[in-house]
């Protein structure tokens, strides 16, 4: 499942941006409401302040976002269903399922 959009406005420095015009960066730092982004996709390095409403991450696979699915996984595996569950069957594919093997 897609994660919620607040989780995937969190950025960090040194997180990969994409802007809503299709230019790949590097968010260097938060400057009140708006980041400030370098561009290196010509032969000089650019940096422009950007608001945060015009970037997105490059990837959805973000620590925001595992963070989520493991507690919604907890959430789960918390409710009553499962209480009383002899075996329970998860899906090697699922990112979220290999972080808790781990």
Do not use: N, Y
């Not at 997180?15 to 938060?30: L, N, P, S, Y």
């Not at 963070?67 to 329970?88: S, Y």
């Amino acid at each position: 499942a897609r994660p919620p959009h607040r989780t995937m406005r969190e950025f960090k420095p040194g997180d990969q941006v994409i802007t809503k015009g299709g230019r790949k960066g590097i968010a260097e730092f938060q400057v009140g409401r708006r980041w400030r982004v370098q561009f290196d996709d010509g032969e000089l390095v650019q940096r422009k302040v950007l608001k945060k409403g015009r970037l997105h991450h490059t990837s959805l696979r973000t620590d925001g976002a595992k963070v989520h699915k493991l507690e919604l996984l907890r959430e789960i595996l918390e409710t009553r269903d499962f209480e009383q569950a002899t075996i329970i069957v998860f899906c090697r594919r699922r990112d979220a399922v290999m972080e808790v093997f781990r």
